[in-house]
């Protein structure tokens, strides 16, 4: 019956490259098998078939490491989810695409202090956050690799297209934007560094990204089994100092970066979840009982925190700026 500090970091392991410093050491923080990764998503409600869970059933097991160099985190193997995958998750998670979210405000209001007319969202999904852009005065275009989202998003009237970064900027050599936004995308893809390169190669000079991602320095920390931080859902975990480095990767200047605040039913949810997926699990409990994360909730609230304490929220946040004018 293993807990998670049965794999903590003494054992290094060579052979593998950090995703954003090419370090070769790392520690194992944890391993989950296929079939225990879909207990997980049965703890939150999702069954995923045998059609479901083939982008990642013959992985053996999925090895949570952190570089050694950088404190980066990501998974070997890191099996990416497929159509049928996602499919599952957006039929049994009516929300799967949040309608707003802070990173949305966050960057309609940074449009309007760079006087940016205009937004490009990779990844745009159903087209919620192009809505929201529009409704501010924005002109809105994007991409997203899903058939069905992107039928959704020109039925609302946005200029999406169905093809790669690479693909359009083949067909599109002169479409070049000020302002190019990726929400909760980066986590997903196999080479963050590689899909920053294309997104600023899509950049003018001295045009702008902005990048949300979920915040492994927040209440995600709480529940390190949670099912979407692992592959083939996310297949790297980020903290503030994880974006700056990616950021100098893709030769792009960090203009500002932060994190969401924490909320109190933060903190219940997520120790709850971390505790119901360890008894799923058959691991020893971390937490002392049921009742302790109603009591750090409520002294979390009591502390008032969240007022002044600091920003461990659900998400990050970066914009970068492509060198030039
Ligand atoms: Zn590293």
Excluded at 134 to 159: E, P, S, W
Aim: neutral net charge.
């Amino acid at each position: 019956m293993p807990a998670a500090s049965d794999f903590l970091p003494e054992k290094e392991i060579d052979g593998i490259r950090c995703l954003l410093c090419s370090g070769t050491r790392h520690s194992v923080r944890d391993a989950l098998k296929p079939a225990e990764i879909a207990t997980s998503w049965a703890v939150m409600g999702v069954k995923l078939s045998a059609a479901g869970r083939a982008c990642f059933a013959d992985c053996g097991v999925i090895r949570h490491l952190a570089c050694c160099t950088c404190g980066f985190q990501f998974f070997d193997p890191a099996p990416a989810g497929d159509s049928a995958f996602y499919g599952e998750l957006q039929r049994q998670f009516s929300e799967y695409y949040p309608k707003t979210c802070p990173a949305f405000d966050r960057a309609i209001e940074f449009a309007r202090r760079q006087h940016l007319g205009q937004v490009f969202d990779l990844g745009c999904g159903a087209g919620f956050f192009l809505d929201q852009a529009r409704a501010a005065g924005l002109k809105t275009g994007g991409l997203d690799l899903n058939a069905t989202a992107v039928a959704d998003c020109r039925a609302h009237g946005h200029d999406v297209q169905l093809r790669s970064m690479a693909d359009f900027a083949a067909r599109n050599p002169t479409d070049r934007f000020r302002f190019i936004t990726a929400f909760e995308v980066v986590e997903h893809v196999p080479d963050p560094t590689a899909f920053v390169k294309d997104a600023a190669n899509l950049l003018q000079p001295g045009g702008w990204l902005g990048v949300s991602v979920p915040n492994n320095d927040g209440v995600h920390s709480l529940c390190e089994l949670e099912p979407h931080q692992w592959p083939p859902h996310h297949l790297t975990r980020w903290r503030v100092a994880d974006l700056a480095r990616l950021g100098q990767q893709a030769g792009l200047r960090l203009e500002e970066s932060g994190a969401d605040i924490r909320h109190g039913w933060h903190i219940r949810f997520f120790m709850d979840l971390q505790g119901r997926i360890e008894e799923a699990l058959g691991r020893r409990p971390s937490v002392p009982g049921r009742w302790w994360p109603e009591t750090v909730c409520l002294l979390y609230r009591a502390s008032l925190m969240k007022q002044w304490g600091p920003h461990r929220g659900l998400g990050l946040y970066a914009f970068y700026q492509k060198p030039g004018s």
